[in-house]
Structures are given as structure tokens and as C-alpha cells.
């Protein structure tokens, strides 16, 4: 029993700091100067992008792209600039925590 309760105390933790890792990559990668999680500032929350892509089969490959790339007219007049400053890797890890967020 005292085992059951530390492993699942030790994934937890695990969880959790994957989750909050990747909101800080976000914040070094400069995301948050355009984006929150829970509501719009230049760009959309990350929770209506989540929901606006949930359940298309390539909605990573299209984020992945747009955040790398950059892209317009999806959310609005204003666009979103490339990001040179963001590896591929970088970019992936993002949007599956981006589509996580609900």
C-alpha cells in the first residue's frame, strides 16, 4: 500500500512538472507576451485553440507549423510572426501542451 501511494505520489509529481515545464518553456520562447492560457491577449487563449483543433487527426502537424511559421487570418486581423527562436522539437512540445489545455 505505502508503495502504491509513493509511486503514484512520484508520477504526480511527474505530471505536473511536465505541465509546468512546458508552460515555462512558453514564457521563455516569449509566447505569453501574445498568448494566455484562459483568455485572449493578442493572440487566442491557449484553451480556445485547444478546442478549436480538438479531435482533428493533424491539427499538430498544422499548429506546429503556424507556430514556426507564423500565420494570419485563423483568429483575426492581427497575425501571428514566425518564431525563429523555436525549435521543431520546441514547437512540438508546445502544442501538445497548448492542446492539453481545456
Given at each position: ?35 494566455a492560457v484562459a ?64
Amino acid at each position: 500500500m505505502k508503495r502504491s501511494l509513493m509511486l503514484f505520489t512520484v508520477l504526480s509529481a511527474l505530471a505536473s512538472s511536465s505541465a509546468m515545464a512546458n508552460a515555462d518553456l512558453a514564457k521563455a520562447k516569449n509566447c505569453m507576451a501574445c498568448h494566455a492560457v484562459a483568455n485572449k491577449v493578442v493572440g487566442p487563449a491557449y484553451k480556445d485553440v485547444a478546442a478549436k483543433y480538438a479531435g482533428q487527426k493533424d491539427a499538430e502537424a498544422k499548429l506546429v507549423a503556424k507556430v514556426l511559421k507564423g500565420g494570419a487570418g485563423a483568429w483575426g486581423a492581427v497575425p501571428m510572426p514566425a518564431n525563429p527562436q523555436v525549435s521543431d522539437a520546441e514547437a512540438r512540445t508546445l502544442v501538445k501542451w497548448i492542446m492539453t489545455q481545456k
